[in-house]
C-alpha cells in the first residue's frame, strides 16, 4: 500500500487544517488508518487512528476535542481536520496504514506502511 500525504502548511495559532491521505489500494476497507507527528528533537507521536470501517477511532490526549479523523471509502482517504491549533502542533505529520487487527494501536511500530509525511507550522 503506497500513502500519499497533503494538505499540511501554516496556520496561525487557533487557526485551522485539514490533512488527506489517500492510499493505492483497492482494499481500503481492511486497512486501519492512523496520522502520527513528529516535531523536531521529539519522538513521532500518535495523533489519532480509525478503524478499516470507520466505526472506532482514537485520539492522542493532545488531539482530543480538538482535532477529526474519517475516512472515505470511495476514494480510499483519510482525513485530519485539525481546529483550535496550538504552536506546539507544529511538526511533521504522517498517515501510516496496518492490516485490520480489530483494535487501533497508538504504536507506530505497528503500521507498516507510511506516506512521506506533509509539514504543519503553526505560529504563534
Known amino acids: 500500500v503506497q500513502l500519499q500525504a497533503s494538505g499540511g502548511g501554516l496556520a496561525q495559532a487557533g487557526g485551522s487544517l485539514r490533512l488527506s491521505c489517500t492510499a493505492s489500494t483497492r482494499t481500503f476497507g481492511i486497512y486501519d488508518m492512523a496520522w502520527f507527528r513528529q516535531a523536531p528533537g521529539k519522538e513521532r507521536e500518535f495523533v489519532a487512528g480509525i478503524t478499516g470501517r470507520g466505526l472506532t477511532s482514537s485520539y492522542g490526549e493532545s488531539a482530543k476535542g480538538r482535532f477529526t479523523i474519517s475516512r472515505a471509502g470511495a476514494t480510499s482517504t483519510v482525513y485530519l481536520q485539525m481546529n483550535s491549533l496550538k504552536p506546539e502542533d507544529t511538526g511533521a505529520y504522517y498517515c501510516?496504514?496496518?492490516?485490520?487487527?480489530?483494535?487501533?494501536?497508538?504504536?507506530?511500530?505497528?503500521?507498516?506502511?507510511w506516506g512521506q509525511g506533509t509539514q504543519v507550522t503553526v505560529s504563534s
Open positions: 501510516a496504514a496496518a492490516a485490520y487487527r480489530g483494535y487501533l494501536s497508538l504504536s507506530d511500530t505497528m503500521y507498516p506502511y
